[in-house]
C-alpha cells in the first residue's frame, strides 16, 4: 500500500521564480492538505483540497495556490518566490468525513530552498 | 500569543528513561489532541490520537489531555535511542480542515 508521495525531493529556486510541487495522496484517500514547515517549527497549513476545491485556507498569500485532479492528486504552486519561502512543505491525506479530517498521513515533504 | 505552546528543546535522556513532553493552549474549541514524532528529512508520523480527557495508552507511549487546564502530555517509557526524533503536538477543534501544530520538541535518548 504506497503512503503519500511528494516530488520533487529538493528543489533550489531564485527569487521571483515559480515553483509546482506535486502529492500523490494514501491510496482510499481523497482529500489533500498543504503545509509549509519552516526549519525548527511545527507545520502550519496552507489549504486543503477535496472533490478538485479549495475547501479552506490558512493565513497564507495568493501567491500560493493549487489544485487537485480527478484522481485525488494535488499540486502547490509558489509564484513570485521569496527567501522566506524557504522550508519543507508538506502533503498530507486524509479520507473526507467520519472524522477522517484530522486523521493525516503525511509524505515526506519537499525541501524548497529560495537563493 | 500563540495558539499552541510547546518547549523545542533539545531534550537528552539516557536509554530506559521515562520521558514527559508537553503542550498547553489557549483555545478551548480544540476537540482532538494528536502527537506526531518526525524523524529528521521525513515528514510527520501520526502516534497518538485522542478525544477526550483522560489518558490512552499504545505500548510504550501514553497521551493525557487534562482540557480544564488546557494541558496535554505525551509519555514514553523505557525510552530507546531509536525514540529520537521531534516529537509534534497537533490539536482540532473538529470544524473546518486545518490542524493547528506545537513547535515540536527535539528529543535524544542515549545509550
Known amino acids: 500500500d504506497a503512503g503519500v508521495t511528494q516530488s520533487p525531493t529538493h528543489l533550489i529556486k531564485t527569487r521571483g521564480q515559480q515553483v509546482t510541487l506535486r502529492c500523490s495522496p494514501k491510496s482510499g484517500h481523497d482529500t489533500v492538505s498543504w503545509y509549509q514547515q519552516a526549519l525548527g517549527q511545527g507545520p502550519q497549513f496552507i489549504f486543503q483540497y477535496y472533490e478538485e476545491e479549495e475547501r479552506q485556507r490558512g493565513n497564507f498569500p495568493d501567491r500560493f495556490s493549487g489544485h487537485q485532479f480527478p484522481n485525488y492528486s494535488s499540486e502547490l504552486n509558489v509564484n513570485a518566490l521569496l527567501l522566506g519561502d524557504s522550508a519543507l512543505y508538506l502533503c498530507a491525506s486524509s479520507l473526507h468525513g467520519q472524522g477522517g479530517n484530522e486523521k493525516l498521513f503525511f509524505g515526506s515533504g519537499t525541501q524548497l530552498s529560495v537563493l | 500569543q500563540k495558539e499552541v505552546e510547546q518547549d523545542p528543546g533539545p531534550l537528552s535522556v539516557p536509554e530506559g528513561a521515562i520521558v514527559s513532553l508537553n503542550c498547553t493552549y489557549s483555545?478551548?474549541?480544540?476537540?482532538?489532541f494528536m502527537w506526531y514524532r518526525q524523524y529528521s528529512r521525513k515528514g510527520p508520523e501520526l502516534l497518538m490520537y485522542t478525544y477526550s480527557s483522560g489518558n490512552k495508552e499504545d505500548g510504550r507511549f501514553t497521551a493525557q489531555v487534562d482540557k480544564s487546564s488546557k494541558y496535554i502530555s505525551l509519555f514514553i517509557r523505557d525510552s530507546q535511542p531509536s525514540d529520537s526524533a521531534t516529537y509534534l503536538c497537533?490539536?482540532?477543534?473538529?470544524?473546518?480542515?486545518?490542524?493547528?501544530f506545537g513547535t515540536g520538541t527535539q528529543l535524544k535518548v542515549e545509550l
Open positions: 483555545n478551548s474549541a480544540f476537540q482532538y
Open positions: 497537533a490539536l482540532f477543534t473538529g470544524g473546518g480542515n486545518k490542524l493547528t
